[in-house]
């Protein structure tokens, strides 16, 4: 029996090595998961064997090839790292979505797609504390759901006892991703709490639990003690508004607060300048984009991705706040400022690589997009 499966002791992880460059590193699909008629989880392994190292809410940047030109998009891993052998992801189909209706309409087992990461912050394994309060929200909303769903399996799978409520925000009962195995953990492992809030009911269940839109009040009764845990939220933008001007007023301790979403706005600009930024404070820059054969103008607080949607050029992006890579190209001539997340290596930036969406001028620039 043990030849049926792969020799994973001893092989090398996924590393660098297999994701070096923009194209990313080859993945083969082996299963697709249907959870409902709009979501698949695709489950991804490497031509040949490898263990993936990520933390828990980490992403990958898919990459592929529609109608002949490559698209990019962010999808956070949905699988623990105690399932090293393969990565999943899940997958919402969206309305007019490129990326997520190709993949829905094409992916299927022995079929590759391109992948870079893993990627991104998000995650409890660089912000340890004793408890946690995950939130979540949105309907069917997939990387909010993947992003607690991956940290929630890995404390299940390690028997950690670390103490966990996880609270998700859905529209009916018919649109909580992963129910069932969200209530099965949660009904086998103390430690761990889950609470569904609904709307509405669904067209075949009434729903019996917390209903309406998370409120102070209701967060009080779920966990008293919110205020002392380490809080990760995760879903649309007006969820995590609300929800951040909800814990600040009720005197949640925000440095121990963690937000992740992927949009396409801009990330908050820093409360202080840096020295460059205050020596080109009020210029205005022209940048030349070679392959788009555009050229326009930006001023040294506009981000080059802020200032090419301004001017109608439509540039690769996905995440905008510097994880993905997404936008990543090359710069032939000017500086930059650049504070990215993490989405750019360092030997990429010793090649005069940047990220449009974190790098603003410091000069006229010439850059390869």
Known sequence: MTDMLPAWSGTRPWTDEDTDGDAGGLLVCKHVHSLTPNVRTFVLQPPQPRLFHHDPGQFLTLIVDIDGRPAERCYTISSPPTHPHAVAITVKRVPGGLVSNWLHDHLRPGHTVRARGPLGDFTFA??????????????????????????????????????????????????????????????????????????????????AGHRGRLTVEMLQQIAPDFRQREIFTCGPAGYMAAVRRMLSTAGAAMDRYHEESFTFEAPPSPASMTDAEEATEGRVFTVEFTRSRGTLTCDAGTSLLQAASRAGLSLPASCAQGMCGTCKTTLLAGSVDMRHNGGIRPREIAQNKILLCCATPQENLVVDA
Do not use: N, Q
């Not at 992003?147 to 950690?160: E, G, K, N, Q, V």
């Open 126 to 207: 660089r912000h340890p504390a004793a408890k946690y309060l995950f939130l979540s929200g949105g309907s069917g909303a997939t990387p909010a759901m993947a992003m607690a769903m991956a940290m929630t399996r890995t404390l299940y799978d390690l028997a950690h006892t670390t103490d966990v409520v996880f609270v998700h925000s859905a529209r009916t009962p018919g649109d909580i991703l992963f129910r069932r195995e969200l209530d099965l953990i949660a009904a086998t492992t103390p430690s761990i709490r889950v609470v569904h809030v609904c709307e509405e009911d669904g067209p075949t269940e009434p729903w």
